[in-house]
């Protein structure tokens, strides 16, 4: 298959490493090549966070060129915004909902307007955390359920049983049933 380039952006704490690990598992298992980058400011909670994943036949960089994002997921919808360079008309862009209010920042229908108006591609902006938060209690697993609302749409280019089988590898046992549980949620 040809490179398939994905951003993912948030803020520190959401689980953005948890779910860039789990793509890379899946397309390892699934015979391609895949690497992976982070790139962070303030990676602690509620610090600025970017992590890359490319994979394919044969992936010589980890770094996703300006404009070269297949897919960029978005945990935090301000960072989304903020990585609007990697976008090109082609890209999907699928954000959850949630909003970290910035001092003497954008509000929070200013930013859904910008990501609606300036993203070239297809958008998509999910209620993960507020769904997890309600369906589970727990709205760090909404990254997960993100991955899960991809696969349900066929928008990201690997097989449900590979990511299934990573999120059995990555996600501590204590955690692994509500993990599932996220993922599949999008698919019931």
Known sequence: MKLFNIVIVGTGGQGLLTLTNIISNAAISEGMDAKTSELHGLSQRGGSVQTYIRFGEKVYS???????????????????????????????????????????????????????????GQKHIVKASEICKKEFNNEVVSGVYLLGWLVSKNLIPLKKESIKKAISEVIPEKYLDLNKKAFELPNA
Do not use: C, H, Q, W
């Not at 060129?65 to 297949?70: C, Q, S």
């Not at 997921?73 to 008309?89: C, D, H, M, Q, S």
């Open 62 to 120: 980890p770094l996703v060129p300006l404009a070269g994002a297949d897919l960029i997921i978005g945990l935090e919808t301000t960072e989304a915004l903020r990585n609007i360079g990697f976008a090109n008309k082609n890209t999907i862009l699928l954000t959850n909902e949630y909003f970290f209010p910035y001092l003497n920042g954008p509000s929070k229908e200013e930013v859904e307007e910008k990501i609606n108006s300036m993203y070239p």
